[in-house]
Nanobody, 125 residues
Framework: VQLVESGGGSVQTGGSLRLSCATT????????MGWVRQAPGKQRERVAS??????LYADSVKGRFTNTRDTTRNALYLQMDNLRPEDTAMYYC??????????????????????WGQGTQVTVS
């Protein structure tokens, strides 16, 4: 399984970026994929995830970020609008191995993600 992110960069506050994640070797039509970010000196944070049932968002990005996927291209996207300095982080595309995004009604933990991309840096100033 290979996940490759792209689309990061530097923008000013209020700007937009669109991250992409290309996947190979992973059949994820019904399984969970998402985005996790890590800012310097901070713990990793779930940003968004999507499976066949629904899309989940962290409270900090709701209404600003949109997570979508293109099953024909095996691609995942994160549209980020109205960016803030606190969104500055390395953003990782991640996939759960054969699992949905929730368990017992709760969003699965970061430790449950089995596959990771190399990350793409987003800087907001």
């Amino acid at each position: 399984v290979q996940l490759v992110e792209s689309g990061g960069g530097s923008v000013q506050t209020g700007g937009s970026l669109r991250l992409s994640c290309a996947t190979t070797g992973y059949t994820w039509r019904t399984f969970c994929m998402g985005w996790v970010r890590q800012a310097p000196g901070k713990q990793r944070e779930r940003v968004a995830s999507i499976d066949n049932g629904r899309t989940l968002y962290a409270d900090s990005v709701k209404g600003r970020f949109t997570n979508t996927r293109d099953t024909t291209r095996n691609a995942l996207y994160l549209q980020m609008d109205n960016l803030r300095p606190e969104d500055t982080a390395m953003y990782y595309c991640a996939a759960l191995g054969g699992l949905g995004c929730t368990a017992d009604g709760k969003w699965r933990e970061i430790r449950d993600y089995a596959f990771w991309g190399q990350g793409t840096q987003v800087t907001v100033s």
